[in-house]
């Protein structure tokens, strides 16, 4: 069915978007907020209060990302204790992630914001809760997919996670904060999968039994949920209302001041003043869609932007079905023989550590960005290749390790390129816009290849698809790398020759100049 592993972005805290995509989340927000922002705007807290905040608040996502039964979900539900089929699997219940996560994206983007987090964290709890009950009690095909519709409205609210430890404290502690955070979902997520493997292989557990463990865990995430504090300000909106009542209340003393003074000067002016509706134009989004025009122009931003759209949209199809693959590679007859808990484990490990070595490349982005990202599509191609046509488990379980750890080692690179020089407002909505557009794209890859009303693909089949696109995005990244390198390598001898030209131009400007005498001698000597 899905892939059950946490993202982007996160970002992103289940296994159905792996941890290092919880994770991914908190990495953008972290960039997004790391400008330091005016002393007013500081928060005076005492150490103690928001340390013990932040402790509850990384309890809390550890405690969310534990769900036993989450890498099991497709087994259960091809399991004669679900008795669906791989098709109605495949082709109807797991597409319905992609159209709920496509239509709650922005909602949830804007009521995180305007909520102020923790609403938009106890609706993504109560969703978790829904989840579960109805993995235990739901038989028919219309209630899975009701199940898979919740799933996507708990990705979508992910943001309100990632984005919430940051009103507790100051912004000085930004950093240390995002590293507390992104360390407690990544720790939740490994002790998941850790957890539910021990279950099946060694408990010798039921689906059924494993799903009722995972509703106690979700049920007590819940109770955690409500008893978060409530930060006082968000990023847009009531950072917004905070600063038009002071400017309205400087205002209106100012103009009774002048009212003092001429009051028949202050009614000829009332009379012609703009209208109050027109004040939309200075709203935070208009301001900030306005300055996407800048952004879109600059040919790093797009490199990186389009990226995140594309390949992310073929990461998360990837994990979205991976594991119907394995369940038809490998169909095990008994439970204790399938190692999804395991597989997941040791691919949220090693995507933690290459995207921990990433923050050490230090290359010239500008000039090898493309080539990088090329090779590194190439790679995954190949490994979805490999997943697509192998019958051997053990092929596939390493080749989907090796393709999430490659994706994870750019989302760090192309994070902190795309966020290293804009405001942390217009951080947050080119992040949303890209996770938009990438959620689009996938739900029209979805329509036609996997969608029952589309070609209704085979899992196998579907996978050769995959393999095909990331081929395509590896052929246009290496024929830009050419020509960016081509156009680096041609233009520097003029550099060269300009750098020199002005080294020149510097000397004769110091040494000044000598004219000769008439016996063949200059002046100096």
């Not at 592993?5 to 972290?30: F, R, T, W, Y």
């Not at 109050?276 to 709203?283: E, F, G, L, V």
């Not at 092929?395 to 405001?423: D, N």
Request: charged content about 15%; overall charge positive.
């Amino acid at each position: 069915m899905l892939s059950h592993s946490a993202a982007e972005q996160n970002n992103e805290m289940d296994l159905k978007m792996p941890a290092a995509e919880a994770i991914e989340g908190n990495i953008e927000v972290a960039v997004c907020t790391s400008e330091e922002p005016p002393a007013s705007q500081s928060l005076p807290e005492e150490p103690r209060k928001w340390m013990w905040a932040v402790i509850f608040l990384c309890f809390f996502g550890f405690m969310a990302s534990i769900k036993p039964g989450e890498p099991f979900i497709t087994p259960y539900l091809l399991s004669t204790e679900k008795n669906f089929s791989r098709q109605q699997v495949t082709n109807e219940i797991t597409p319905v992630l992609t159209y709920s996560y496509m239509a709650v994206l922005v909602p949830a983007f804007l009521l995180t914001d305007f909520l102020r987090y923790k609403p938009v964290l106890v609706i993504q709890a109560i969703s978790q809760v829904v989840i579960w009950l109805i993995l235990l009690l739901g038989t028919s095909l219309l209630q899975m997919q009701f199940m898979e519709f919740f799933y996507g409205v708990t990705m979508a609210c992910r943001v309100a996670y990632s984005s919430y430890i940051f009103s507790l404290v100051s912004p000085s502690l930004y950093q240390r904060v995002a590293s507390y955070s992104r360390s407690s979902v990544l720790l939740g997520v490994f002790a998941s999968s850790v957890l539910g493997q021990l279950f099946i292989s060694v408990g010798q557990t039921s689906y059924n039994t494993l799903s009722a463990i995972s509703l106690g865990f979700v049920s007590f995430g819940l109770l955690l949920s409500l008893c978060l504090p409530w930060p006082k300000r968000s990023l847009f909106f009531n950072k917004a209302c905070k600063q038009e009542h002071r400017e309205g209340a400087t205002q209106a003393g100012t103009k009774a001041e002048l009212h003092k003074m001429n009051p028949k000067e202050d009614e000829s002016a009332a009379a012609v003043s703009p209208c109050s509706a027109s004040r939309w134009k200075d709203s935070v989004f208009v301001q900030m869609l306005m300055e996407l025009r800048t952004v879109v122009k600059r040919p790093d931003m797009r490199l990186w932007s389009l990226w995140w759209i594309f390949n992310s949209t073929g990461y998360y199809l990837v994990l979205f079905y991976v594991h119907i693959l394995w369940s038809k590679v490998y169909p095990a007859t008994e439970n204790k023989n399938v190692y999804n808990g395991a597989v997941e484990a040791a691919s949220t490990l090693l995507s933690a550590l290459t995207s921990f070595i990433a923050g050490f490349v230090k290359i010239r982005w500008n000039i090898w960005s493309e080539l990088v990202i090329g090779v590194i599509t190439a790679v995954q191609a190949g490994l979805l290749l490999l997943m697509g046509t192998t019958d051997n488990i053990w092929a596939c379980y390493v080749a989907y390790v090796l393709f999430r750890s490659f994706y994870q080692f750019l989302v760090p690179i192309a994070t902190f390129q795309i966020a290293s020089s804009l405001t942390k407002e217009l951080c947050a909505l080119v992040f949303g816009i890209n996770t938009f557009l990438g959620t689009i794209l996938k739900s029209i890859i979805n329509l036609i290849f996997s969608d029952k009303r589309g070609l209704a693909m085979d899992v196998h089949s579907q996978f050769l698809v995959y393999f095909v696109y990331f081929t395509l995005l590896t052929v246009i990244y290496f024929t830009s790398a050419g020509v960016v390198i081509f156009r680096h390598f041609r233009n520097q001898p003029k550099r060269q020759a300009i750098t020199q030209q002005s080294k020149c131009t510097e000397l004769c400007e110091v040494v000044p100049e000598v004219e000769p005498l008439s016996n063949g001698k200059n002046a100096k000597t």
